[in-house]
């Protein structure tokens, strides 16, 4: 997540003084106007709870009244000092910074705590409707949905809550996935719009684990709905031969053996994002990026108006990092940023181990960078456990209960050391289908030569292509 303070405002207390308010923003919208007072109380508990050598550095106390300088100053050094909080594994994953964010999100928004009806999209279209407090937490308002699809415990970890945003032909904007220190009715409702949902959807990459959501029925009903929609969507690609098996299998109700032939078509389990630019092979190119099986997918647009794809493993990139920027919005003058006439231009960067000894930056320009790193970081925790033999099962459940500490990307998050490739050949859990509830495949076209690029892959002058992890 990217936290900053982009601006400031005087605001009148209660006892009609004024004072100065920071505004939070999470990825660029505002989450909580806050007090520097309130910062500094918790300031001073964390450096209670984990110690003076550990606490990043906090501005300090001034006697008088600040002036605009003065209070620029230190807008840059709390922004500094929240984002080295939420961007250290211990401070930034620990209940006291989260719930400080969360009854903040709360006040500001002036949501009281009171019982309300949150409806949760499904992939099919579906709404669950569950009753919540307003100051629910995200892990609350999941196992509420767990609940009420009658979900068991142990596949919560299995699915996340996503915030996403629908536009008008019906297409999907992942916006971000709902964290910790973050009110989900707070965070739905203060957008003001119909256009975001909350989309359930499962939060693992490695197919190999669809095994075991699928020998629960809800867990099977869930991953069934999501392959189809993703079919609809366009987002796993089809061909004619794969559209007919499709259709037969689903008119049998074979639900697994459904899944089991989505799992065979490329693009599938993918994320794919909006539109947006790369500076690769050259700068200025469009580009739609696709997350998925450990690597970031390009399509890219050339200048020349040519189609090229290829792809980026998460196992040769050295590091990433996410940028943002104030970026003036065209008005036709020339006055400096303000909160009214300018925008945030989000960047996502990683360093590639273009061959044996090239590293080379890739940028992609997106107002979605962050959800890209936090899919590259969720890529390497799935990596990392599997490598050291651990249970990606533990893993999900411990990351829903919150112990372990978390480290997505803020202003700059470095990923590990390169990783040496998963393990292909982890068997899966396959067991005949029973007979379900039906969901429409409706809108499923088979592929065709016009919208199917995949032939046009990245040649030998982009040197990404064809190198192994076996070449490192």
């Known amino acids: 997540m990217h936290f900053s303070i982009p601006e400031t405002e005087v605001r009148s207390g209660e006892n009609g003084s004024t004072y100065v308010a920071y505004n939070i923003h999470v990825n660029g919208v505002l989450h909580c106007r806050v007090r520097y007072s309130q910062l500094l109380s918790l300031h001073e508990q964390i450096k209670k709870e984990y110690g ?40 930034g994953a620990s209940e006291m910074f989260n719930s400080f964010l969360r009854k903040a999100q709360q006040e500001t928004q002036q949501i009281p705590t009171e019982e309300v009806a949150l409806d949760i999209c499904l ?29 068991p415990d142990d596949l919560v970890g299995y699915f996340s809550l996503f915030l996403v945003r629908e536009g008008v032909d019906g297409g999907l904007t992942f916006v971000r996935k709902l964290q910790d220190f973050e009110l989900p009715y707070v965070s739905i409702t203060s957008l003001r719009s119909s256009e975001f949902h909350i989309l359930l959807r499962k939060s693992y990459w490695d197919m190999a684990y669809d095994g075991d959501v699928m020998d629960n029925r809800v867990g099977l009903n869930l991953l069934y709905a999501q392959t189809v929609s993703d079919i609809e969507r366009g987002w796993i690609l089809v061909n004619k031969d794969q559209h007919r ?5 689903q008119e049998k109700g074979s639900k697994k053996e459904f899944i089991h032939l989505g799992q065979t078509l490329k693009y599938y389990g993918y994320i794919k994002f909006d539109p947006c630019i790369t500076d690769f092979p050259e700068k200025g190119c469009q580009v739609i990026v696709s997350a998925g099986n450990n690597e970031l997918n390009f399509h890219v647009k050339l200048p020349n108006e040519q189609m090229k794809e290829g792809s980026f493993k998460v196992t040769r990139m050295r590091c990433w990092r996410v940028t943002s920027s104030q970026v003036p919005i065209a008005n036709g003058t020339t006055n400096p940023c303000s909160s009214s006439k300018c925008e945030v231009k989000l960047e996502l960067a990683f360093e590639y181990l273009m061959s044996k000894d090239r590293l080379q930056w890739v940028t992609i320009t997106s107002q979605q960078a962050i959800m890209m790193s936090i899919c590259l970081q969720s890529m390497v925790d799935e990596l990392m456990v599997k490598k050291s033999g651990g249970s990606i099962k533990k893993m999900l459940r411990k990351r829903h209960n919150g112990s372990i500490p978390r480290s997505e990307s803020q202003q700059a998050v470095k990923s590990p050391p390169l990783l040496d490739s998963p393990d ?5 859990i396959v067991k005949l289908s029973t007979k379900l509830s039906s969901v429409s495949l409706r809108g499923i076209s088979a592929s065709n030569s016009a919208n199917d690029i995949s032939g046009n892959d990245f040649h030998g002058n982009y040197a990404f292509e064809g190198i192994g992890d076996d070449d490192l």
């Open 245 to 249: 098996q499709l259709k037969s299998l």
């Open 123 to 151: 992939s099919n279209g579906q709404k669950v409707t569950v009753n919540i407090l307003t100051s629910d937490q995200t892990e609350d308002v999941l196992d509420a949905v767990a609940t009420k699809l009658d979900l």
């Open 424 to 428: 292909p050949n982890r068997e899966q």
């Open 52 to 91: 003076s050598n550990v606490v990043p550095a906090f501005p300090p106390k001034k006697i008088f009244t600040l002036t605009p300088a003065e209070v620029e100053q230190r807008r840059e050094q709390l922004e500094k000092y929240m984002q080295a909080v939420r961007q250290d594994p211990l401070l």
